[in-house]
C-alpha cells in the first residue's frame, strides 16, 4: 500500500537533516510544504552532482514533478526568488513578510546589555514572529491593499 500522505518533523534545534530527507523523498512527491520558521538557517543539497544552498524553500524546488509550498506558518524574507521556480512555488497569502525593522530590532536585542543573548542569525525572524503572534505583521496579502498597508506600517 502506497502512502498518501507523510510528515518529516524535527525534534531538535532544526539542525537534524530534514531537508536532506524531504530532497530524497520529493523525487516521489507530488508536493512538500514548509510549515514553519524562516530564513534562518539552510540546508545544502547535492543534486545531480550540483551544490545547492536553500534557506527560505522547500528541498523539493529542486524536483520538477513536485509542488512546493509556503505555509502560513513561515515569516518570508522578502529576498527574490530565482526565476524558473515559481511555477512550482506556491506561498500562503498569510505568510508575515520580515521587515527591514525587524532585522534591525534582532540585531538590537543581540547586542543589548539588557537583553539575553539567545545567538540568532540576526535575521529579524524572531521579531516577525512577536508581530505575528500579536497581530500587527504585515502580511503577503497585506501587500494588495495600500489602505491596509499602510494601517499595518
Not at 47 to 76: D, Q, T, Y
Request: hydrophobic share 35%.
Amino acid at each position: 500500500m502506497k502512502a498518501k500522505n507523510l510528515a518529516v518533523l524535527g525534534l531538535q534545534w532544526g539542525d537534524e537533516g530534514k531537508g536532506k530527507i524531504v530532497n530524497f523523498l520529493s523525487d516521489r512527491a507530488d508536493a512538500a510544504c514548509r510549515y514553519q520558521g524562516g530564513h534562518n538557517a539552510g540546508h545544502t543539497l547535492i543534486v545531480n552532482g550540483k551544490k545547492i544552498v536553500l534557506h527560505l524553500l522547500p528541498s523539493s524546488i529542486c524536483h520538477k514533478n513536485a509542488s512546493s509550498l509556503i505555509g502560513r506558518g513561515v515569516v518570508v524574507s522578502c529576498e527574490p526568488i530565482a526565476d524558473g521556480i515559481m511555477d512550482r512555488l506556491k506561498i500562503s497569502p498569510a505568510c508575515t513578510l520580515i521587515q527591514p525593522y525587524h532585522i534591525l530590532l534582532d540585531q538590537l536585542k543581540e547586542k543589548s546589555n539588557s537583553f539575553t543573548t539567545i545567538g540568532t542569525t540576526l535575521r529579524g525572524i524572531g521579531p516577525a514572529y512577536e508581530d505575528k503572534v500579536s497581530r500587527k505583521a504585515v502580511r503577503i496579502i497585506d501587500t494588495l491593499s495600500e489602505e491596509k498597508l499602510n494601517s499595518k506600517l
